[in-house]
Antibody, heavy 117, light 111 residues
Framework: EVQLVQSGAEVKKPGESLKISCKAS????????IGWVRQMPGKGLEWMGV????????KYSPSFQGQVTISADKSINTAYLQWSSLKASDTAMYYC??????????WGQGTLVTVSS | QSALTQPASVSGSPGQSITISCTGS?????????VSWYQQHPGKAPKVVIY???NRPSGVSNRFSGSKSGNTASLTISGLQTDDEADYYC???????????FGTGTKVTVL
């Protein structure tokens, strides 16, 4: 059974760094794209970026390029999303998602990130 | 990147059929059969109900169906049930974009 299990909720202050994780199981981690989707409070879904763990090829949405870093550790089947300096506007739910050729077939349960002074 | 356009809300009574539209352009919906639809209940992760315009994943009710005409894709829910009350998002591959684009989202209310 394919599962994507994300790390727990985080409460951070502006300017702090953060790395959240998504552990995959039940499939060959290196053979599918996995990425991150942001959902701000009361708003819609936005692709942030994806990574192909097999060769670490990474693609970012223009809105998030330079704002976050997506990485993966194929030795432990885990993808990451990190910020070096959080802003209040980063407050959102973040979902990891496995992307097949043309659609998302599995989603993580979500990680709520709250940034507040 | 501009989102695909969906109506903000659609409603129907139990047993009725409703249709949600998803309007894009000749650079995405109109030129590729890579439209997918996701259902999201409050506080839950999204779940795919349709992929590649009209295909239903295993386990999804056949009350959900998808189609496309020109630059507009549609999701139809027939025999509306209370559990269908959720937000629905379309998504499409877009030429010259690094990633797929989502729609603006539609809140479905069962009256």
């Amino acid at each position: 059974e394919v599962q994507l299990v994300q790390s727990g909720a985080e409460v951070k202050k502006p300017g702090e760094s953060l790395k959240i994780s998504c552990k995959a199981s039940g499939y060959s981690f290196t053979n599918d794209w996995i990425g991150w989707v942001r959902q701000m409070p009361g708003k819609g879904l936005e692709w942030m970026g994806v990574i192909y763990p097999g060769d670490s090829d990474t693609k970012y949405s223009p809105s998030f390029q330079g704002q976050v870093t997506i990485s993966a550790d194929k030795s432990i089947n885990t993808a990451y999303l990190q910020w070096s300096s959080l802003k209040a506007s980063d407050t959102a739910m973040y979902y990891c998602a496995r992307r097949t050729d043309t659609w998302i077939d599995y989603w993580g349960q979500g990680t709520l990130v709250t940034v507040s002074s | 990147q501009s989102a695909l356009t969906q109506p903000a809300s659609v409603s129907g009574s139990p047993g009725q059929s409703i249709t949600i539209s998803c309007t894009g352009s000749s650079s995405d919906v109109g030129d590729y059969n890579y439209v997918s639809w996701y259902q999201q209940h409050p506080g839950k992760a999204p779940k795919v109900v349709i992929y590649d315009v009209s295909n239903r994943p295993s386990g999804v009710s056949n009350r959900f169906s998808g189609s496309k005409s020109g630059n507009t894709a549609s999701l139809t829910i027939s025999g509306l049930q209370t559990d269908d009350e959720a937000d629905y998002y379309c998504s499409s591959y877009r030429r010259s974009s690094t990633l797929d684009v989502f729609g603006t989202g539609t809140k479905v209310t069962v009256l």
